[in-house]
């Protein structure tokens, strides 16, 4: 069965600082992942995702990802923090089930402060 | 734009009510998904329908049951709602296919006292 795990349920960046949120899975398969994000009072929206290729995606809003397979890892990034990117974001993987099932991490809530 | 719309945005209802969370969208997909979100537990997939009629029970299925009567349409349904089921309800959809993104909707709220 897949998993997800994100490191840290909260990370607190300042403006301009270098944005890092932790993914890792699990797949008995190769994985697709993604990455959302939830700003207040909204349900989520795609930010990214790695289906097969370059393991370098770039995302919107300046963010992006590295799929590494050897260390089941999926880190999200971003080189300088916006007050506008505080918010929940969340990792999910999906292909080690039938359907087309994500599977999410309990999310990382970013807060940016000034 | 897709455009999934959940009709309410916060609900409060008491126990042993039943309890209607309707769910449309507007881009003829295929797949409708519900999933409770809890903080620290991200996302739980309740159940999930690839077709007209059809359902499939996801991770969490317990105390709820879904109907999909239209393409467009996928309704949860709390038989009996208890206190336990207080907690924010998002459906999504998406076209068929394993690298298929979700589309979600703002959500509901729901307070069961």
């Known amino acids: 069965a897949q998993s997800v795990t994100q490191l840290g349920s909260h990370v607190s960046v300042s403006e301009g600082a270098l944005v890092l949120l932790r993914c890792n899975y699990s797949s008995s398969v190769p994985p697709y992942l993604f990455w959302y994000v939830q700003y207040p009072n909204q349900g989520l929206q795609l930010l990214l995702k790695?289906?097969?290729?370059?393991?370098l995606v770039k995302g919107i809003n300046g963010f992006e990802a590295e799929f590494k397979k050897s260390e089941t890892s999926f880190h999200l990034t971003k080189p300088s923090a916006h007050m506008s990117d505080a918010a929940e974001y969340f990792c999910?993987?999906?292909?080690?089930?039938?359907?087309?099932?994500?599977?999410f991490g309990g999310g990382t809530r970013l807060m940016v402060k000034p | 734009d897709v455009k999934v719309t959940q009709s309410s945005r916060y609900l409060v209802k008491r126990t042993g009510e039943k309890v209607f969370l309707e769910c449309v969208q507007d881009?003829?997909?295929?797949?409708m998904f519900w999933y409770r979100q809890d903080p620290g537990l991200g996302l739980r997939l309740i159940y999930f329908?690839?077709?007209?009629?059809?359902?499939e029970k996801g991770d969490i299925p317990e105390g709820y049951s879904v109907s999909r009567e239209k393409k467009e349409r996928f309704s949860l349904i709390l038989e009996s709602a208890s206190t336990n089921q207080t907690s924010m309800y998002l459906c999504?959809?998406?076209?068929?296919?394993?690298?298929?993104?979700?589309?979600f909707g703002n959500g509901t709220r729901l307070t069961v006292t």
């Open positions: 790695y289906t097969t290729g370059a393991t």
């Open positions: 881009m003829d997909h295929e797949n």
């Open positions: 329908s690839y077709d007209v009629k059809m359902k």
């Open positions: 999504a959809s998406s076209v068929t296919g394993y690298n298929s993104p979700l589309h």
């Open positions: 999910a993987v999906s292909g080690d089930n039938a359907g087309n099932m994500l599977t």
